[in-house]
T-cell receptor
Framework: EAQVTQNPRYLITVTGKKLTVTCSQN?????MSWYRQDPGLGLRQIYY???????DKGDVPEGYKVSRKEKRNFPLILESPSPNQTSLYFC??????????????FGNGTRLTVT | GESVGLHLPTLSVQEGDNSIINCAYS??????FIWYKQESGKGPQFIID?????DKRQGQRVTVLLNKTVKHLSLQIAATQPGDSAVYFC??????????FGTGTSLTVIP
């Protein structure tokens, strides 16, 4: 089944403790992206990747890192999480980076709580 | 950033009626639009998309209308069913590879 898989689904951590949220897609998509979803704000892009070893900042990149060593994987790294990073995170992928006729496919989300 | 989608926060419809969900976008350069459905505890699910060179596109029970003159997008759901209850939001593609999302409309179907 074609899908975007994120892990874990739920994560509770403390301020400053490094964490990684994994994302994997099995559709051979070039483009991958991370979003956070907060009440009243909609989905906001954190980082995206047009292809292997190509990453770029989205609208809210502060406090996050990403890597794209393989086409299928795009982990999100929080080196020193803070409470304002408590949110619902979504990984997404699309066939191409151009966005034309290429909708985003989303994972089921990771709910992160930082205390 | 700019806001996409001046959504009504909630919409309630009777089962079997048609639903219309609206979205306003602000950037006239946007050339590709998508409607997503998000159920509780799940990620957004693609419903239908439309390019800016089209005014209307139909899928199974859904129709998207695009009015570029007033920068307005709508999603019509025919014969709404209880399984259609979810949050619906639009997304616009502005710079080739970046999407901007509205905050969504919560649709409740009354049996």
């Amino acid at each position: 089944e074609a899908q975007v898989t994120q892990n874990p689904r739920y994560l509770i951590t403390v301020t400053g403790k490094k964490l990684t949220v994994t994302c994997s897609q099995n559709m051979n998509h070039e483009y991958m992206s991370w979003y956070r979803q907060d009440p009243g704000l909609g989905l906001r892009q954190i980082y995206y990747s047009m292809n292997v070893e190509v990453t770029d900042k989205g609208d809210v990149p502060e406090g996050y890192k990403v890597s794209r060593k393989e086409k299928r994987n795009f982990p999100l790294i929080l080196e020193s999480p803070s409470p304002n990073q408590t949110s619902l995170y979504f990984c997404a992928s699309s066939l191409t980076g151009q966005g034309r006729n290429s909708p985003l496919h989303f994972g089921n989300g990771t709910r992160l709580t930082v205390t | 950033g700019e806001s996409v989608g001046l959504h009504l926060p909630t919409l309630s419809v009777q089962e079997g009626d048609n639903s219309i969900i609206n979205c306003a976008y602000s950037n006239s350069a946007s050339d590709y639009f998508i409607w997503y459905k998000q159920e509780s505890g799940k990620g957004p699910q693609f419903i239908i998309d439309i390019r800016s060179n089209m005014d209307k596109r139909q899928g199974q029970r859904v129709t998207v209308l695009l009015n570029k003159t007033v920068k307005h997008l709508s999603l019509q759901i025919a014969a709404t069913q209880p399984g259609d209850s979810a949050v619906y939001f639009c997304a616009e593609n502005r710079k080739g590879n970046q999407f901007y999302f509205g905050t969504g409309t919560s649709l409740t179907v009354i049996p």
